[in-house]
């Protein structure tokens, strides 16, 4: 069985052979919409582009404020400050049975040397004191190292076991005044290692009062 040519025209809707003229032209149309849309979008996604390129790159004379006021800004923060420190090494040889311990430095600041070995306090403050002191390996007996000062009396005092250990390290902060003579005794005599690493005393100078 065979359809008629009038049902088909009604389901095509090629109604008097004027459909299909009709049909290509919205396609046409359409077309045309696509390539315009097209268009809009890439010219609307340039625009975008350029527009935050130039936002990103500032002008050159800015470039230059901003690097000045970085300059200036590193200028003027506050440098850290040197730590105020004296370290004293041993002015006495290996050989020497000392009781006294004499001590020497490169540059005097806030403790000056004194005759004997004493050390005098020229700034008033607090300090914070460290000292090693080791024995010759021979030394057997057992040794007090004391650290006095002529104001306060003894600020230090270690003991050395000849017999276990022949090293004693002691430290501590505290406040001295000008004019204030320290010294170091090792009671009894005894034969002590001068090498940088085995005996020495150090002073930091944490404020002035």
């Not at 370290?87 to 005759?115: A, G």
């Amino acid at each position: 069985m065979s359809l008629s040519a009038e049902y088909c025209n009604d389901k095509t809707g090629d109604r008097g052979g004027g459909g299909g003229v009709a049909l290509a032209h919205q396609r046409r149309l359409i077309r045309g919409l696509l390539v315009w849309a097209t268009l809009l979008t890439l010219g609307l996604a340039t625009s975008i582009t350029l527009h935050f390129i130039h936002r990103e790159s500032p002008a050159p004379s800015k470039r230059q404020n901003s690097r000045t006021e970085q300059i200036q800004e590193n200028i003027t923060q506050p440098q850290p400050k040197e730590i105020p420190l004296m370290e004293f090494s041993p002015e006495w040889k290996d050989s020497e049975m000392v009781e006294t311990l004499r001590w020497k430095t490169v540059r005097e600041n806030f403790i000056k040397k004194k005759p004997m070995g004493q050390l005098l306090v020229d700034k008033d403050g607090q300090y914070f004191l460290y000292l090693q002191v080791t024995l010759a390996s021979h030394e057997k007996t057992n040794h007090t190292i004391t650290v006095e000062s002529a104001q306060r009396k003894v600020i230090l005092n270690g003991l050395i076991n000849g017999s276990k250990l022949s090293t004693v390290f002691m430290a501590k902060g505290f406040s001295l005044a000008k004019g204030d003579i320290l010294t170091v005794t090792c009671q009894p005599k005894a034969k002590i290692q001068t090498f940088h690493t085995e005996t020495y005393l150090g002073v930091i100078k944490i404020n002035s009062t």
